[in-house]
Structure formats: structure tokens, C-alpha cells
């Protein structure tokens, strides 16, 4: 499902379940619980579209803040093994916080990130 259709069915389900779900962030983790396909991700389908979205407007080819660029697979590989990439994304202590911003990526993009991460971050 494309991003765009998953927020869409998250807002679907959010007003069909207003009266059930009083917090948005429970009903925001029950919609990702039934709709975030994380089985397996690839770099090229999964991953970079969430980088693109999320982080080239400050690490791509001609712009590299603190000296990071995620635009081409040997970049890419290189934060994703030394820990970076996600510790930056899922926040994890000792990383800077990214997006800068400190406003967390959805957590669907960010397990679809550790999966690719735990499959080996292959270039498929
Ligand atoms: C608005 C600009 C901006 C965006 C968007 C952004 N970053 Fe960054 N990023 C920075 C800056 C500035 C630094 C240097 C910060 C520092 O060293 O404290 C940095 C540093 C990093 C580092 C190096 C961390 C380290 O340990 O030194 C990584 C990895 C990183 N960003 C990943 C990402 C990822 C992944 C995303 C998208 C989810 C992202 N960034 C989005 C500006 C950005």
C-alpha cells in the first residue's frame, strides 16, 4: 500500500473508530498493527523513498549536512552499519536526533528501516 493510501485509511479508520479510541496514538498503533507490511523491505522499493521524503533535503549529492550523504547505495550502507542510520531515526540515545526537526518519522518507516537494516541492508 502507498503511503499516501495508508494515511488515508488511517484517517478512514480514525472517524470510524472515534467512539472506541479516545487517544489517537492508540488508534494510530492499532491501524499500523493491521497495515504496516514490514515481512521484508528493499532498499530501492522500501528504503529510499523514505529517504527521500524524510532526510535528502539535507543529505543528498550537492548538500551534506554534518557531512552525510544518503543518496547512492555505498553512502547509504555505510550509516546503516555503523548503527547511525537508525539510531539517528529511532532516536536512540547517543545519536542525533533526525530528522532535525525531532519530530519522529512514522513508526512504519522507521520498521520498514530496521527490517532492511536486519536483512543485511542489501543493495535489492
Ligand atoms: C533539516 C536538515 C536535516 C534533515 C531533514 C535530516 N538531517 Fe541528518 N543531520 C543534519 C545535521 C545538521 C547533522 C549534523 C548534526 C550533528 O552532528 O549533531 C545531521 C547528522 C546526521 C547523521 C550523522 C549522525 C552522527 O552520528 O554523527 C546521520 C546518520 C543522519 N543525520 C541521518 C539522517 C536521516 C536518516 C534523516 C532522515 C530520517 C536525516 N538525517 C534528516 C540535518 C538533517
Given at each position: 500500500?502507498?503511503?499516501?493510501?495508508?494515511?488515508?485509511?488511517?484517517?478512514?479508520?480514525?472517524?470510524?473508530?472515534?467512539?472506541?479510541?479516545?487517544?489517537?496514538?492508540?488508534?494510530?498503533?492499532?491501524?499500523?498493527?493491521?497495515?504496516?507490511?514490514?515481512?521484508?523491505?528493499?532498499?530501492?522499493?522500501?528504503?529510499?523513498?523514505?529517504?527521500?521524503?524524510?532526510?535528502?533535503?539535507?543529505?543528498?549529492?550537492?548538500?551534506?549536512?554534518?557531512?552525510?550523504?544518503?543518496?547512492?547505495y555505498?553512502?547509504?550502507?555505510?550509516?546503516?552499519?555503523?548503527?547511525?542510520?537508525?539510531?539517528?531515526?529511532?532516536?536512540?540515545?547517543?545519536?542525533?536526533?533526525?530528522?532535525?526537526?525531532?519530530?519522529?518519522?512514522?513508526?512504519?518507516?522507521?520498521?520498514?528501516?530496521?527490517?532492511?537494516?536486519n536483512?543485511?541492508a542489501?543493495?535489492?
Amino acid at each position: 500500500m502507498s503511503i499516501k493510501n495508508f494515511f488515508l485509511l488511517g484517517t478512514l479508520m480514525l472517524s470510524l473508530n472515534a467512539c472506541y479510541y479516545d487517544n489517537q496514538e492508540d488508534l494510530f498503533q492499532y491501524v499500523q498493527a493491521v497495515e504496516c507490511n514490514t515481512v521484508t523491505a528493499n532498499y530501492t522499493a522500501d528504503l529510499v523513498p523514505i529517504l527521500v521524503q524524510h532526510c535528502f533535503r539535507c543529505h543528498r549529492n550537492g548538500r551534506t549536512d554534518g557531512n552525510v550523504n544518503l543518496e547512492g547505495y555505498n553512502n547509504v550502507k555505510t550509516y546503516a552499519d555503523d548503527g547511525s542510520l537508525l539510531g539517528t531515526t529511532d532516536h536512540q540515545a547517543g545519536f542525533p536526533i533526525m530528522p532535525t526537526s525531532g519530530i519522529k518519522i512514522p513508526a512504519c518507516e522507521i520498521e520498514v528501516m530496521r527490517v532492511w537494516i536486519n536483512e543485511g541492508a542489501l543493495n535489492n
